[in-house]
């Protein structure tokens, strides 16, 4: 089993900034970012192995980086430029099993995940 624990979400303005943070309790070397906006589908955000393979989804690109420190088992999502549209739960997600990069933004490639984290952005 692993448990994940997010902290970081807050309510910003457009154009503002937050830093995600999810702790895990042990090594997984599979690790990523999901977000949930109300009445939307759970979608992929980033993710990142412990060998340093990212995915960043199109719609954060530039914008959003993804990082890890392994020694820590912490994950982390560094967001800037931040709009409207990135409001949403915030969820960390992990799996053991070994994934095909193609697969690394889907849900169903992950077993388990954090409570999540509110993000809130106003124009």
């Known amino acids: 089993q692993v448990q994940l624990v997010e902290s970081g979400g807050d309510s910003v303005q457009a154009g503002g900034s937050l830093r995600l943070s999810c702790a895990a309790s042990?090594?997984?070397?599979?690790m990523a970012w999901f977000r949930q906006a109300p009445g939307k589908e759970r979608e992929g955000v980033a993710s990142?192995?412990?060998?340093?393979?990212?995915s960043i989804a199109d719609s954060v690109k530039g914008r959003f980086t993804i990082s890890r420190d392994n020694a820590k088992n912490t994950l982390y999502l560094q967001m800037d430029t931040l709009k409207p549209d990135d409001t949403a739960m915030y969820y960390c997600?992990?799996?053991?099993?070994?994934?095909?990069?193609?697969?690394?933004?889907?849900?169903?490639?992950?077993?388990?995940w954090g409570q999540g984290t509110q993000v809130t952005v106003s124009s």
């Open positions: 990142s192995d412990s060998h340093g393979s990212i």
């Open positions: 042990v090594y997984t070397r599979y």
């Open positions: 997600a992990a799996s053991k099993v070994a994934m095909p990069i193609m697969n690394r933004l889907r849900k169903s490639a992950y077993d388990f």
